[in-house]
């Protein structure tokens, strides 16, 4: 190459983007095979050569942010860190490929060791974004690989690398700022380095101190595995009956029963953890749920009806799938029969604003406003902020009673007319913003709407209100808005 050339060279790569001669460097290596070698001789590392990894790593967080930086602010410049992490985590997996499973694993435990320390000196913790990934999952994952699966390295080495991540569990980066599940990655690699005696033994411990029922069940389930695993199926049985009262357990048993197709046993199990459960509700509702899954597998019509009308009448607070309860239950009888089944059924179900709206479309399509006073009886009575009905949260007393008033007797509807113009009236002399008055108004148009009383209390109390307010336009417009 001449001097013009050489120079040349040097001014136009000094004016290039990295970026830019990058893409350019790819691009050229895929048509001249004698440059991608070039490359490939050049920076591909030799297999018998060891790298110096914790110089690699540390490199990764040499980036700081150019300029003045505000007080305990993150002084480094983590982005940059990420993608220099990015490339060190692809140098490890290629010492991986090279058999070098310990230089692979060093590497990987060094990375979250002076990840952890970095990240809570430069208090990169108080700024931290959620959705950022600093590698952290892929090193662990690294290590629980070489650990349970590699024949590389020594069981020394094994257990001095789970010593040394356990110390990282002691803080709050892995758990709370860089969540990766470590607490459980450590433990799976401690129990893969025990025998299947010291295992169970292990695992009993864990049994006994666990503080939560969620946690006892997980080890439970591990030991019942275990057990089965080493042959000991009439230990494993046992284990499992004497902690029937963990949820984890129990659907353990019915996915068991399921996928052996043990459908009659899989029903009495449902029904017998419905009698162990407590009267919570939500205990009770997986289980229903289970019930009837295996009663319509089985054309058990008895045990749908059970498990429907408990699910309608005592269901959760979807009340889409409640109705869907409904119209199951509806089927398991005869139209005759129904007709006098149903409204035992309306009668006795769990109110709750979730709920009314599904409700009071249900008493539309089945013609039972003889439930209406009943249900605008149980409904909350919301009158705080608007008469307007909410969606999802079962709307309001006022609103409803307006609809349906035509189908209350003259006595119900009188009793809830004079309650509501009592409490529109009460609350029309203390309105003193905007949304005070429309509230006013909204709850006016309503009562007028409930029948012809009615409609004579509210013209007479919006007329009073005009009347005792006259200094207050923006009452004036709110009221008027509407034809009482």
């Known amino acids: ?10 001014q136009v790569i000094a004016m290039t983007d990295g970026k830019e001669l990058l893409r350019f460097a790819k691009s050229y290596a895929t048509k001249d095979e004698a440059f991608a070698k070039a490359i490939i001789n050049k920076f591909l590392p030799k297999e018998e050569a060891v790298p110096d990894i914790d110089k690699a790593v540390k490199a990764c967080f040499q980036h700081r942010k150019k300029g003045r930086q505000r007080l305990y602010a993150p002084s480094l410049d983590w982005a940059a860190i990420r993608l220099d992490i990015k490339r060190l985590l692809k140098q490890l997996d290629f010492l991986r490929k090279q058999h070098k499973d310990e230089v692979c694993g060093d590497g990987a435990l060094l990375l979250l060791e002076t990840l952890n320390e970095e990240f809570v000196s430069d208090h990169q913790g108080d700024y931290y974004n959620a959705g950022s990934n600093y590698g952290h999952y892929e090193a662990l994952k690294m290590i629980e690989d070489i650990i349970a699966n590699s024949e590389d390295v020594t069981d020394s080495w094994k257990r001095k690398s789970v010593a040394r991540l356990k110390k990282l569990t002691t803080n709050s980066i892995y758990t709370e700022h860089l969540y990766c ?12 380095l025990l025998s299947p005696d010291d295992m169970l033994s292990e695992i009993d411990k ?14 439970v389930k591990k030991k019942i595995d275990l057990l089965r695993q080493m042959g000991r199926n009439a230990e494993a049985e046992k284990t499992l009956k004497a902690h029937l009262d963990l949820e984890g357990v129990c659907e353990m048993h019915y996915a068991e029963l399921v996928n052996e197709n043990r459908n009659e046993e899989a029903k009495a199990f ?6 162990r459960a407590m009267q919570g509700r939500n205990e009770k509702h997986p289980w229903y749920r289970r019930l009837l899954q295996q009663c319509r597998i089985t054309d058990d019509a008895e ?12 269901g959760g607070s979807n009340s889409e799938e409640r109705k869907d309860y409904y119209y199951t239950l509806r089927e398991t009888y005869s139209k005759e029969e129904w007709e006098q089944e149903r409204m035992s059924v309306l009668a006795n179900v769990d109110f709750d604003k979730y709920q009314a709206d599904m409700l009071f479309e249900i008493i539309d399509e089945e013609h039972l406003y003889g439930l209406v006073y009943d249900f605008l009886q149980k409904l909350p009575n919301y009158t705080m902020y608007s008469y307007e009905p909410y969606q999802n949260c079962g709307g309001q007393r006022l609103a409803y009673f307006a609809k349906y008033a035509r189908h ?12 509501f113009f009592d409490d529109i009236k009460r609350r029309a002399e203390y309105a003193s913003t905007r949304d005070g008055y429309a509230a006013v108004a909204k709850g006016l148009h309503y009562l007028s709407m409930s029948g012809d009383k009615g409609s004579r209390d509210a013209r007479m109390l919006a007329a009073k209100i005009l009347r005792d307010n006259p200094n207050r336009p923006a009452y004036r417009e709110e009221i008027n808005k509407y034809d009482y």
């Open 206 to 219: 864990n049994i006994a101190g666990s503080a939560y029922s969620t946690d006892k069940a997980k080890y």
């Open 1 to 10: 190459m001449d001097n013009k050339t050489r120079e040349q060279l040097k």
């Open 303 to 314: 045990g749908i009806r059970e498990a429907a009308s408990w699910l309608f009448i005592k």
């Open 270 to 275: 449902c029904r017998a953890t419905i009698e």
């Open 408 to 419: 209350l007797t003259e006595k119900e509807r009188d009793i809830m007319e004079a309650a």
């Open 181 to 192: 599940d470590i607490k459980d990655a450590v433990e799976r690699m401690q129990m893969s």
